[in-house]
């Protein structure tokens, strides 16, 4: 990869415990602007505790983070969001009573000099970005729990782009995704990627991840148990690390063998 | 896309389609439905006595009270808390005014009863502070903060003055609780209606022009005259009642009452705060989804404290209305009227669940509980058989929402 640029994130030597639980242990990544890192493994391997870290959802017990080639230390959400990162989390965290235009913009509205909501502005803004991820999507001032799931994801998705992010994370984004909306997703993912974004792709379905990323992580246990360019592995051997935490035996990089 | 709404629609009656498109809350359609069906009824069964110019004056100053605190209520339970200490609250800042303005300061100072309304208020600020810190930042559900301070303050209102009753209160004070001069008269009343109904004309034209500026969907223009003639329609028929109810021995007509005035400011404050800015918007994120709102970079816990300052700031104002009215303070103010203020809020479409809630929907409960009271001590009821029946109306009532939800999906 492009080694001779600052990296967008260097997470280094990051561990979280919960209580007896070692959710994350000794986990060291990077990326690229322009770059999709898969992060690859089990349930209950430690990728979103990773994930979560980054986005300041929950804090570090050790290690750090380097956005930019600068140590920052992100303490909550908001420190995450203001260094460009954004987030799509497994849940999608969305405020389910209230509409899409008013998830969009939670904790970042559009306000008058008095601090009065711009309701239209943010409706505007809403339906334009809706427009872009999904030209059907036009109850955009219904409440989110009357949406589909997919419609929801839809939601959360045009949250995270919406602001200009530097870095993207994307915890399992296509869960809850029809064949459509997939395409769509990967579509976004691929043209993100080409406007210099970097992404942290989370994903247990194998074609995307061959086809959107351009190295992967793959962890067990908390652990990392091997990082590789996309074009070194294979899907067995993937599984393998996943399954087993290590690579089959004799293996070699596929693009050399 | 595989589901557009397109399909996924049965095909609905002309009425559905006309309510839908109104964008009327249809739960808030059927409260007003159920509250005229009450009110006719109860007209019929008190011979013609509740419908009233008299009674119906009566009634909105019994609500008054309870209406200003359940729109505290509402956000409160919105944000997924409750407040049991309310009633206690609003009786011990009763005392400590009538306290401070009878025997404290100078009983005929002017200054004295807006100095002790200010001193209530901080007092109802700085118990929110208290009772919020504890939820918010220690953690500590609302449910136990709050039935502390539903004990610890009634004890305060005993202390204030030992148990003993505080009277009179300022003449001037005395006005605010809608006694025989505490009501604006005839002419300014229907200045004030007039006013009303040019600025709800105004508002819904420019919310319209936006909209079309915008080019957004809007409502069909017929539909919108109509709202707006319900509305406008319903604002006359308030000042009228109020003003033909006249002063005793004479034909001078009272006008709206000065609490009922304090509580529409109250309740036109507490919606624009919910409604339109950030605090109100947390309010319902919060309520929703917690975890959401604190990933979305909401401090959970300041908006949480500002419930409960709001919480108490209301307090204070109920107070001041009860002990103008009863023109004395007395320790027993507010007993169990937590009770009724929660139910209002419920009664009203409030959420247990969280996340959502209306401010005029609480305001129709606490008129629905109230006139059943009012009509039933009309009937001669005592005050045990009141309390059976609004116990019940109160599970009724979420008996009849629960089913309406479930139905909906
Ligand atoms: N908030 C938490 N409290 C306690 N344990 C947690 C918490 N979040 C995650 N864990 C535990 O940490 C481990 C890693 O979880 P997670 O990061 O969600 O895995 P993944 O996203 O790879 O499926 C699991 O054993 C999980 O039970
Ligand atoms: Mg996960």
């Known amino acids: 990869m492009t080694n001779n640029k600052t990296p967008l994130i260097e997470m280094k030597n990051i561990s979280k415990r919960f209580g007896g639980v070692h959710a994350v242990e000794n986990v060291s990544i990077n990326l690229y602007p322009g770059e999709v890192v898969g992060i690859l493994g089990h349930n209950g391997a430690g990728k979103s505790t990773l994930m979560k870290m980054l986005s300041g959802a929950i804090e570090i017990d050790e290690g750090e983070i380097i956005v930019n080639g600068k140590k920052a230390s992100i303490k909550n959400p908001r420190e995450s969001r203001a260094l460009g990162i954004e987030t799509i989390y497994q849940t999608l965290a969305l405020a389910d009573t209230l509409d899409a235009s008013a998830n969009l913009f939670l904790g970042r509205e559009i306000t008058n000099a008095f601090g009065v909501l711009n309701e239209a502005q943010m409706e505007l803004e809403t339906r334009k970005v809706m427009k872009t991820l999904n030209p059907n999507f036009t109850n955009i001032t219904d409440p989110v729990n009357s949406m589909s799931g997919g419609q929801r994801q839809v939601v959360a998705i045009g949250r995270a782009i919406y602001f200009n992010a530097k870095t993207l994370v994307m915890d399992e984004p296509t869960a809850a995704l029809g064949p459509a909306e997939t395409t769509m997703v990967k579509d976004l993912t691929l043209r993100l990627k080409t406007e210099g974004i970097g992404i942290f792709l989370i994903s247990h379905d194998m074609g995307d991840v061959f086809e959107l990323c351009d190295r992967v992580m793959v962890m067990k246990n908390g652990k990392d148990v091997g990082k590789f360019d996309i074009e070194e592995v294979t899907r067995d051997d993937i599984l393998s690390l996943i399954i087993a935490g290590q690579l089959p035996e004799g293996w070699k990089p596929r693009n050399k063998k | ?409």
């Not at chain 2, 669940?353 to 305001?363: E, F, K, R, T, V």
């Open chain 2, 1 to 409: 896309m595989t589901d557009t709404n397109l399909n996924t629609h049965k095909q609905e009656s002309a009425l559905t389609r006309i309510i839908r498109a109104s964008e009327v809350d249809t739960r808030m359609l059927g409260m007003i439905v159920v509250l005229v069906v009450i009110w006719v009824g109860l007209n019929i069964a008190t011979g013609g006595i509740f419908l009233s110019a008299r009674n119906l004056y009566n009634l909105a100053v019994q609500t008054s009270v309870v209406g200003i605190m359940a729109t505290g209520m509402v956000l409160v339970i919105v944000a997924r808390h409750i407040d049991l200490s309310v009633g206690s609250v609003m009786g011990f800042i009763g005392m400590v005014i009538a306290w401070l303005q009878v025997d404290i300061f100078p009983l005929n100072a002017g200054w004295n009863w807006p100095l002790s309304i200010a001193c209530g208020a901080t007092l109802g600020i700085l118990i929110g502070i208290f009772q919020g810190w504890f939820t918010a930042y220690r953690g500590i559900p609302a449910f136990v903060v709050t039935l502390g301070g539903m004990l610890a303050f009634r004890g305060g209102a005993f202390l204030v003055t030992d148990g003993r009753t505080v009277a009179p209160m300022n003449k001037t004070y005395q006005l605010l609780g809608g006694g025989i001069d505490g009501s604006i008269g005839t002419t300014w009343s229907m200045i004030l209606g007039i006013i009303a109904i040019l600025v709800i004309a105004l508002g819904m034209y420019r919310s319209h022009a936006s909209r079309v500026k915008h080019g957004f969907p809007t409502k069909p223009i017929w539909l919108q005259l109509v709202m707006f003639a319900v509305i406008a329609a319903v604002i006359f028929g308030f000042v009228y009642i109020m003003n033909s109810y006249n002063k005793p021995r004479s034909d001078i007509g009272r006008g709206i009452p000065v609490p009922v005035l304090i509580l529409i400011a109250v309740v036109i404050v507490m919606t624009l705060l919910s409604r339109i800015t950030k605090f109100g918007r947390y309010v319902y994120a919060i309520g929703a989804n917690p975890e959401a709102a604190e990933l979305s970079g909401i401090d959970v816990k300041k908006v949480t404290t500002f419930i409960f300052v709001i919480m108490g700031i209301l307090c204070a104002i109920a107070a001041v209305i009860t002990t103008a009215r009863l023109n004395a303070g007395t320790n027993s103010m507010g007993d169990s009227s937590e009770l009724l203020v929660i139910a209002a809020a419920i009664i009203g479409g409030t959420s247990l669940a969280g996340g959502s809630g209306s401010i005029p929907g609480a305001i129709l409960g606490a008129v629905i509980m109230q006139s059943i009271e009012n009509a039933m001590i009309l009937l001669g009821a005592g005050s045990g058989e009141r309390m059976v029946v609004m116990g019940l109306v109160l599970i009724v009532a979420v008996w009849f929402d629960t089913a309406y939800q479930n139905s909906k999906k």
